[in-house]
């Protein structure tokens, strides 16, 4: 990847002051930054690279720690047993509204952004109506969560800390009492309930990815891993998401119908697919559709593009 920044400036934006004044003067107290910084300009320097940093306010920087933002607030979920026991008691459950591929009570659940499996992207763009509902939603959602289940009528268990301060509390408890669409209340035990998520998996991915290439710990090309999975997340808008999210079920529904894996998907079998679009005489949008969805849901979950293979 070097040899493209070769002969080029290269601009370091940050929002971490003492990033930029490392860049610029080094580091005299930390000797595994200086390294690091040494071992950056010495790349640079070799390449004809000119390293320019500059400091962004945090508050003019919006796409600052964007992955650990987007993935840490509902990262989390109930242990199995706990689970199990109130799904045996008031379930079974047969949707988990707030959930992720790695952490789904149940096979059936909505997820915030797309993921292997998931049934829609936001949860609150479904009708709850119908199902019993399993939801364990991050704190900042949790009042509009309660104003969900009421406009749905909806029945579920609504898994949240007792917080008697939050915005959230007086739409559950009021006068003394629990509101009347509460039908029980149970307080699970303090430990051993909570089970922390693993995110999305990109980072980790994409590193492997990286250090199967050859780019070991060591070199400088090695900290742009994590910054490849921001960029990854973060290279579509949320209604381009869904478009591509549209796209890639209809994929899915396809060739799991003939027995076949979406997911990560054999180059031939997403061939025979497109042949299949054109023999439907589909519009040249809906081809692209299918295959900007399909390198999509791959780049995002770390997979080797199919569509790629195709073309080499």
């Not at 009570?105 to 609150?124: K, L, V």
Request: net charge positive; glycine share 6%.
């Amino acid at each position: 990847m070097i040899h493209f920044l070769r002969i080029r400036p290269v601009k370091v934006n940050s929002d971490n002051k003492n990033v930029t004044h490392i860049l610029n003067v080094g580091s005299s107290k930390k000797y595994k930054l200086q390294k690091v910084v040494t071992d950056i300009l010495n790349s640079c320097s070799k390449k004809n690279i000119g390293l320019q940093t500059n400091w962004v306010p945090r508050t003019e920087n919006k796409h600052a720690d964007f992955l650990s933002r987007h993935t840490n607030p509902d990262d989390w979920s109930i242990e199995k047993n706990v689970f199990h026991d109130l799904s045996c008691t008031f379930g079974p459950f047969t949707v988990d509204r707030f959930s992720t591929h790695y952490n789904a009570q149940s096979s059936r659940f909505n997820s915030r952004i797309w993921c292997p499996g998931t049934e829609a992207i936001n949860a609150f763009s479904q009708f709850w109506g119908g199902d019993t509902n399993w939801l364990v939603p991050p704190p900042s959602l949790v009042a509009m969560t309660i104003n969900k289940i009421i406009k749905d009528k909806a029945k579920c268990m609504l898994v949240i800390p007792e917080w008697k301060s939050a915005p959230y509390w007086p739409l559950l408890y009021k006068d003394g009492g629990f509101r009347d669409f509460i039908k029980e209340v149970i307080y699970l035990p303090r430990y051993n309930i909570i089970v922390k998520g693993t995110g999305l998996k990109l980072r980790q991915n994409v590193e492997n990815v990286v250090e199967s290439s050859g780019v070991g710990e060591n070199n400088v090309l090695r900290s742009l891993a994590g910054k490849m999975a921001l960029y990854i997340v973060d290279s579509k808008s949320e209604n381009t998401s869904k478009k591509y999210f549209a796209g890639f079920n209809r994929w899915k529904l396809f060739i799991n119908e003939h027995g076949f894996s979406d997911l990560p998907a054999e180059p031939v079998h997403v061939a025979l697919y497109l042949t299949f679009l054109i023999d439907k005489h589909s519009s040249p949008s809906v081809l692209q559709s299918a295959i900007y969805s399909i390198k999509w849901a791959h780049e995002l979950n770390g997979y080797i593009d199919p569509i790629q293979a195709i073309h080499s």
